[in-house]
């Protein structure tokens, strides 16, 4: 197996180790193990498990901006539409695990933000990115009529990104995607109503 | 120091050992250190790492058991006062240290809740118990007439036991506590307004 490979596989079965069972609770041996390569290509690769650590959140960073592209920031959707997509999307993804691993970010952040400094900097970054690609959806949403002019999409914007990560943890400790679901009916059905009217969004679900 | 009294003082700096270091990063070692007693003490009381994390849990809990008492079960108070009060010991609580700890709770869920069947069963009862003094508190909202009959207490409940989750996260990654602040404005002006009525409630704060 060429070098470079190494690196690729340390990586995406890292990916899938530290997902599964926490960054502290992932060692070395494992990581190599899980991606059948000798225990020196890691050291041969990544300075420090930190510097892993960091290059792990870019991996999942990177498919999670495709998810993005593909909902919250695709003109072609109507923007609520693109909104429940990427909620659906969430919880596809708690699917394909049986709800067992939760949000990376999220884990991380219970974890490992007050050790490394570096990690809780890029995850705050990695947020952000959510967080400014939810409020371009909801600013489309209001330009679309869809929401009303009064709605302050930034505020809102930021709620979606800490109630998305309680919700993704609460299904992670259920084992159930009803906590992701019950985020949905409640922000579809009682945050996002139009402003001035009680009227709940009318297509819901 | 008389042995029943190591016990106590290795769950009470355990515990604050484990919720600034998460409960795999925080070893044996570093817990009889911090409670100054001798290595075998932790063997002699706990059976297990499990059987400790079972009980830093429970000392956990019957803190936060307090504050619900004194809050959202406290009769003497109108209930949405009650709520309120709940938040902002929530947000006194990330205020102690500085924001950088979290919620118990939520970091044993992120971290260990994949790896021990039991910590999880433990964490879905007290998450429930949480959850039902919130909608405790929501009915006799209902009842005294401050939120309208309409209202799911139930599901709301359960909504603000994940969205608070996640504020807590969020606030742990951001070393502030806007975003809880930012749940419970978005909370008392978006969701729990009146049904059927488009006014926010008037007295948030």
């Given at each position: 197996?060429?070098k470079?490979?190494?690196r690729?596989k340390?990586?995406?079965?890292?990916?899938?180790?530290?997902?599964a069972?926490?960054?502290a609770n992932a060692?070395?041996r494992d990581?190599?193990?899980?991606a059948?390569?000798?225990?020196?290509?890691f050291t041969?690769?990544?300075?420090?498990?930190e510097?892993?650590g960091?290059?792990?959140?870019?991996?999942?960073?990177s498919?999670?901006?495709?998810?993005?592209?593909?909902?919250?920031r695709?003109d072609?959707?109507?923007?609520?539409q693109?909104?429940?997509?990427?909620i659906d999307?969430?919880?596809?993804r708690?699917?394909?695990?049986?709800m067992?691993?939760?949000?990376?970010?999220?884990?991380f952040?219970?974890?490992?933000?007050?050790?490394s400094?570096r990690?809780?900097?890029?995850?705050?970054?990695?947020?952000g990115?959510?967080?400014?690609?939810?409020?371009y959806?909801?600013r489309?949403?209001?330009?679309?009529?869809?929401?009303?002019?009064?709605?302050d999409?930034?505020?809102?914007?930021?709620?979606?990104?800490?109630?998305?990560?309680?919700?993704?943890?609460?299904?992670?400790?259920e084992?159930?995607?009803?906590?992701l679901?019950?985020?949905?009916?409640?922000?579809?059905?009682m945050?996002?109503?139009?402003?001035?009217?009680?009227?709940?969004?009318?297509?819901?679900?």
């Amino acid at each position: 197996m060429p070098k470079h490979s190494h690196r690729e596989k340390i990586l995406t079965e890292g990916l899938k180790v530290v997902h599964a069972h926490g960054f502290a609770n992932a060692s070395v041996r494992d990581i190599v193990r899980a991606a059948g390569v000798p225990q020196g290509s890691f050291t041969n690769h990544f300075e420090s498990k930190e510097a892993f650590g960091l290059e792990v959140i870019e991996l999942y960073r990177s498919r999670n901006a495709e998810t993005i592209q593909q909902t919250l920031r695709n003109d072609a959707l109507p923007p609520l539409q693109r909104l429940r997509a990427y909620i659906d999307a969430a919880k596809d993804r708690l699917n394909r695990d049986q709800m067992r691993n939760g949000c990376l970010y999220g884990n991380f952040t219970a974890e490992a933000s007050d050790h490394s400094e570096r990690i809780r900097q890029r995850l705050l970054e990695v947020f952000g990115e959510v967080r400014l690609a939810l409020a371009y959806c909801l600013r489309a949403a209001v330009k679309a009529g869809e929401l009303s002019p009064g709605l302050d999409c930034d505020e809102v914007a930021a709620f979606i990104v800490s109630s998305m990560q309680g919700a993704n943890l609460l299904s992670k400790a259920e084992r159930s995607t009803v906590p992701l679901e019950r985020f949905k009916e409640i922000l579809f059905t009682m945050v996002l109503r139009r402003t001035g009217s009680a009227e709940p969004l009318a297509d819901c679900g």
